[in-house]
């Protein structure tokens, strides 16, 4: 069985075709920044009108690409995201279902980003701890199967990649930020500040980030004044902040598997792909006795080929959609029914 898989939630274009016991056959993402970079955020109109364009592209390229001219279902990211942007690759998806006479399949983004690591080898095995940190979420979900999560806790305000564009912005840095900033923290000094670690000195898995970003603009405002080298400070302000998010992220997922007495931790969505982060996080979890998953870096932002494996566990397990389709702006993780777990 192969799946067309179509990502148009937020700003990037992804279209991948996932094939039964094979694997990725092919994929391609196509990023806006270019067109928001001038806004210094998302323009949700800008979005739909660039998914537009690209999606019917994106989709032929890659068909040309796996040598294919047909499929057996098609995925579609339907929810959370921009509605406008969600519309696109939903109406496409659902059309192209329709001409080729096969099954098709609305996706929630976060399963896309939660199911990612199942495509590397070694694959988590089920029951696992996933902890999901992309640019509107960050949660921790206990997963016992495909369709069967429980949000053990979440941000009460900002994500902790939201937290990381706007931390850059203040910086001065280009959008989008939160690369920039990991990589201009690389040059800071990590002696020269300590950020809070918010809500760790409290039982719970929730997070806040926003006092964070205040906290790294208050230093900013203050230290600039004086500093000799304002690249330095810049430097040594990212250095900190990424330490406190990466510290409060270790620590809350330790406390995960104790709470749930779980042994194998999954990270997915944008931010498991900074390199500190899974540097802490591995040397943590493995003093435990646990393992840790991550998707390879091009899945751990937005893609096709998540919404295609995705896509392909629920199909292969009889669901699908009718004619009519609803992609929802808002969609709680934990509402999703299961799916019976396929052949990864
Ligand atoms: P959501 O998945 O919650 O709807 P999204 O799709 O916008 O949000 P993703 O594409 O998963 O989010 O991830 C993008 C986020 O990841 C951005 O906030 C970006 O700054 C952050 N990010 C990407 N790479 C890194 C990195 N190396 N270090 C820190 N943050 C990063
Ligand atoms: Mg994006
Ligand atoms: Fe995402």
């Not at 996706?107 to 996933?130: C, S």
């Not at 802490?280 to 991550?294: F, K, N, P, V």
Request: charged letters at 20%; a neutral charge.
């Amino acid at each position: 069985m192969r799946v067309l898989g179509i990502e148009t939630s937020c700003d990037e274009t992804g279209v991948a075709i996932y094939e039964e016991g094979y694997g990725l056959r092919a994929q391609a993402v196509y990023s806006q920044a270019e067109v928001h970079a001038a806004y210094g955020g998302v323009v949700p109109e800008l979005a739909s009108r660039d998914h537009i364009r690209k999606t019917l592209p994106l989709i032929h390229q890659v068909l040309d690409d796996a040598g294919i001219e047909s499929v057996d279902g098609v995925a579609y990211t339907a929810g959370p995201g921009l509605i406008g942007a969600l519309l696109v690759g939903a109406g496409i998806g659902r059309a192209l279902a329709w001409a080729w006479q096969v099954p098709a399949i609305g996706v929630h983004h976060m399963e896309g980003h939660l199911l990612a690591p199942l495509l590397e080898d070694p694959a988590p095995a089920f029951p696992f701890v996933a902890l999901l940190v992309s640019g509107g979420h960050t949660q921790l979900v206990d997963v016992l199967g495909i369709g069967r999560y429980r949000i053990l806790g979440e941000s009460l305000d900002d994500a902790a990649g939201e937290s990381f564009d706007k931390t850059a912005k203040i910086l001065g840095l280009p959008y989008p930020g939160g690369p920039a900033l990991a990589s201009l923290a690389k040059q800071g000094d990590p002696k020269r500040f300590c950020f809070p670690r918010p809500m760790t000195d409290r039982p719970g898995l929730a997070f806040s980030f926003s006092g964070l970003k205040t906290h790294a603009l208050q230093t900013w405002q203050t230290e600039r004044e004086r500093a000799a080298d304002a690249d330095q400070l810049r430097a040594d302000i990212a250095r900190a902040f990424e330490e406190a998010v990466v510290e409060t992220l270790v620590i809350k997922c330790r406390r995960a598997l104790r709470l749930t007495g779980r042994r194998r931790l999954v990270l997915a969505g944008g931010v498991s792909a900074n390199r500190r982060l899974r540097q802490r996080m591995d040397e943590a979890i493995a003093t435990l006795g646990g393992q840790t998953y991550y998707p390879r870096p091009a899945l751990c932002t937005d893609n096709g080929a998540m919404i295609a494996f995705a896509g392909y566990q629920r199909i292969k397990s009889g669901q699908h959609e009718p004619l009519a389709f609803a992609p929802r702006a808002r969609w709680p993780l934990d509402e999703l029914i299961p799916a019976e777990v396929g052949a990864v």
